[in-house]
């Protein structure tokens, strides 16, 4: 009989890549770590491992052995949660990994519900961007991902992760209260030309990123190209520059709703687009309760913000 945990040792050094960082990850030194794959190796009775320049690689057996473990791994999280599901408390400790519009916006009255309903559930909660949180979540470094899809912009399906849809987000033009562009907004707030926006200085997310890529395409679509003068996915940061009337942004509907601000101009972009917001778990641990727990509390979240920003 195989040995799981050394099964997923050996799955952990397939997606970190080194035996150094397997042990940092789980907390083991690199040596324990081999001992461990020598052991595996012994009970199968294949190599699993070949030298690759200092470090190692996984044999062609090896892999065939990490698409099983990810299947074993899988069904063990469905018992864990079968198991808890059919206790009468919630309990243990949730760790998630989000982004910063949902921590200000929806995280406090979601913990707020969940320390009402559920007082010995602990969440950990740490700020990540998503492809390192969706990493993490395979990893089993978190257990849920609050995410973000931008119009146009198609995410990378990772295997054995599942994805449910919590809110779709408009996304907002906002303009400095004074300047020479501050008329290019409709009195209602209603429309905007895109075009009438060049020459602005700009704050935007990191162009590497779905946030910063899908800002400035739209803002090609305008025929210019924006003049970022600050690049960072603080969204504080850029709501202060606006306020400051150093730049413009264009801001998630979610953070305007949970955070009030009259020192700028909000206008409805054309077509009016909007993100889409999820939350994913691995796919075995889909009905743990605590899994559960956590997304009813956001989605009552949801419902206790409002539904427009003020223009």
């Known amino acids: ?15 970190r890549g080194t035996l150094a960082a397997v042990a940092r990850a789980l907390s083991y030194s ?12 012994a009970e199968t009775g294949v190599t699993l491992l070949e030298p690759a320049g200092r470090g190692v690689r996984l044999t062609a057996q090896a892999r065939v052995l990490v698409e099983h473990t ?36 929806l995280i406090p009255a979601a913990l707020t519900v969940l320390a009402e309903r559920y007082p010995r559930l602990r969440i950990e909660i740490e700020q990540q961007e998503a492809g390192a949180a969706l990493a993490g979540l395979v990893a089993h470094d978190f257990d849920v991902v609050l995410g973000e899809e931008y119009p146009g912009l198609s995410p990378a399906r990772v295997q054995g992760v599942h994805t449910q849809q919590l809110a779709h987000d408009e996304l907002w033009l906002a303009l400095p209260r004074t300047g020479k562009h501050a008329g290019v907004i409709a009195d209602d707030g209603s429309s905007v030309r895109l075009a009438a926006l060049d020459g602005l200085p700009w704050i935007l997310d ?4 779905a946030p910063g890529q899908w800002q400035r395409n739209l ?17 504080l940061l850029a709501v202060h520059l606006v306020e400051t009337g150093h730049a413009a942004t264009i801001l998630p509907g979610l953070l305007l709703t949970a955070d009030r601000r009259p020192l700028m101009r909000l206008a409805h972009l054309p077509g009016r687009p909007h993100r889409r917001l999820t939350t994913s778990v691995r796919a075995g641990a889909a009905r743990q309760p605590a899994v559960r727990a956590f997304r009813d509390a956001l989605r009552t979240g949801l419902r206790h913000s409002a539904q427009e920003p003020p223009a």
Do not use: C
Not at 79 to 96: K, Y
Not at 206 to 209: A, D, N, T
């Open 1 to 15: 009989m195989l040995d799981v945990h050394r099964l997923r040792l050996l799955r952990e050094l397939d997606r």
């Open 30 to 41: 690199p040596s324990a770590i081999s001992q461990q794959l020598t052991q595996l190796e």
């Open 70 to 105: 990810d299947a074993i791994l899988e069904r063990l999280e469905q018992a864990e949660a079968d198991l808890r599901a059919s206790l009468t408390e919630v309990s243990g400790t949730l760790r998630v990994a989000s982004f910063q519009s949902v921590l200000l916006a």
């Open 206 to 209: 990191p162009q590497e990123g």
């Open 219 to 235: 803002l090609r679509s305008g025929g210019f190209e924006p003049d970022v003068r600050f690049e960072s996915p603080d969204l």
